[in-house]
């Protein structure tokens, strides 16, 4: 084992607890519009996409699970939320490999409305003693709209962060060598071939 | 090789999905010495301090970002805090001559008043960290059993109660806020006829409590303030000191006639307060009251 079989997963464990942290003590106390912004599962989504639905899961479990902790909450609540997040965030880029820049704003924002829901589904299971307010979905909505803002720099930070560490993807660098034009199919049957000969042309 | 990696993978996800579940029903269904509570509250102990130093070093981004809302919420509050304020002070001078009044016959009757706010040790404490969910309204603060505190104290900030302690370590606790689908208190109206009922949280509304089991003739209006009951009847004595303001009555409409129901905005800003107090000692009773909740 090298140290660079463990740099992702040194990684994930210090930007899953650096992010429990920053949305705890800072992000969760500013109020906008009555709700607050939740990084969490932006995060669980951002790494989902960029490294797979394996160490999605496993990061949407630790983040759920530091959560649950710290908050002193019912543990495995936010962590089985989240591993989904985690998993069909990887799961898309391995069916799908989006490349549009804006996926992950919708991803963002499919992640939030899933946590909100998922969350008040599990709490109504465990059993709710307190009236229930309609406005509980109008808070969901305005905290899915301010996370969809906040998700695509979110994702370039997760990127940042994770993508030196990811092993090459061969989709991934063909698409990119395409596209930035430095290898296009006829430049590489030029070089493979060489130069035409006159009498061709 | 592609069928061994989809196995892996689909084991992988139920692995921690059966763990998840397995924590959850262990959790849910086990009593607050359960194992697992034991390490959470090891866990949290330990990462007591990067939790304090956490939000001191993240308070100016906190600061900087509450100051715009907190602006434009003043500038709209201004006039009606202004006609508020002359109405208050009025009822201010009668409610000292009442308080007065009311020290005097209690020294001459003997009223027992062990268990009113002056007996308690008020402790003070910083927010640390927040929950953001709608359905957990918790936070954590710094101050634990090294600081005199107990499970079940009741917490002021913002010049009201806020909730009250459901958790604690050597060197921090959880306080539950009055707005969590967990709680209820006891709570009387400043009614002519001091109507009591049980105060619970609108679950979705951060901003609003349900004062359930009045009478359906009580003469509840919009404005009146709402106060911890705090009954003392032998060794049971309730969680709360009497007197320690929780909300105002904000609408009444038919509910009272047909369910005896109002609703209630607390007095205290939930979402953004950074100190509370916790009202440590007496505990003169020896047994605790507590409205049940589940």
Known sequence: ????????????????????????????????????????????????????????????????LLVDLLLFQTLGVTSLLYI?????????????????????????????????LGMALIQFLLGVDSPVSFLLFQ???????????????????????????????????????????????LQQSRTRLGPTPRGAR | MHSKQVRRRRAVVAALVVVSLILLTAYFGGSSNNPLHTVQRGVVTVFSPIQKGASVALSPFRDIANFFSDTFKAKSQVAGLRTEVHALQAKLAQAEYAASLNSQLSKQVGLDSSDSIASYRPVTADVTFRDPSLWYATVNVDKGTADGIRMNDPVTGDGALVGQVTAVGSNFSIVTLITDHTMAEAAQ???????????????????????????????????????????????????????????????????LANNGQVQVTPVADLRHFDVVQILTAPHAGTARAQLPTG
């Open chain 2, 189 to 255: 109206v400043e009614d002519p006829g001091s109507d009591t009922g049980v105060l619970v949280p609108a679950v979705g509304n951060p901003n609003q409590l349900v004062l359930q089991d009045l009478p359906r003739n009580a003469s509840v209006q919009t404005g009146q303030i709402v106060n911890t009951v705090g009954f003392k009847a032998g060794q049971l004595q309730d969680l709360y000191p009497p007197g320690i303001p929780i909300g105002q009555v904000s609408y009444v409409g038919n509910d």
């Open chain 1, 1 to 64: 084992m090298s140290y660079e079989s463990f740099r992702l997963p040194l990684r994930l464990i210090a930007l899953a607890f650096l992010t429990v942290v920053i949305q705890e003590a800072a992000v969760s106390q500013i109020s906008i519009f009555g709700t607050s912004a939740d990084l969490t599962p932006l995060v669980v989504m951002a790494v989902g996409l960029l490294a797979g639905s394996i160490p999605g899961a496993i990061m949407g479990f630790g983040v759920g």
């Open chain 1, 139 to 185: 808070q969901i909505f305005i905290a899915v709209l301010v996370n969809t803002l906040l998700a695509l720099p979110v994702y370039a930070l997760v990127k940042r962060v994770v993508e030196p560490t990811l092993p090459q993807d061969p989709r991934r660098r063909r698409r990119r060598a395409y596209t930035t034009g430095g290898l296009s199919p």
């Open chain 1, 84 to 116: 989904a997040i985690g998993y069909w965030s990887g799961r898309l880029r391995e069916l799908r490999d989006p490349s549009h820049g804006l996926v992950p704003m919708g991803v963002g924002a499919a992640a939030t409305a899933f946590a909100g």
